[in-house]
């Protein structure tokens, strides 16, 4: 997988809720990657697969029926500090 093909998506959500995301979309194999951007302790990263990206908001539109998910622009950086490009 070509890693310029990834798509992200940036989410600020309530800590104690990131452990159950990262399950649902491990559930989910293969659509896309949650991790936390150094720093940060409630931004996630989704890393979408190619051709995933319907899949995953529809994911995504189920998570925010039962927790708090809002999406943010942090392509910029976190608390000052600059996302790599993982």
Request: proline share 7%; glycine share 8%.
């Amino acid at each position: 997988m070509n890693p310029m093909n990834i798509q992200r998506r940036y989410y600020r959500v309530n800590p104690r809720d990131i452990c159950f995301i990262r399950y649902t979309f491990e559930a989910h194999d293969g659509l896309a990657v949650v991790s936390t951007p150094p720093g940060s302790k409630d931004i996630i990263v989704l890393r979408i697969a190619p051709g995933c990206m319907d899949e995953v908001m529809a994911v995504v539109e189920g998570l925010k029926q039962e927790l708090e998910m809002d999406e943010t622009d942090a392509e910029n950086g976190v608390g000052g500090m600059e996302i790599p490009n993982l």
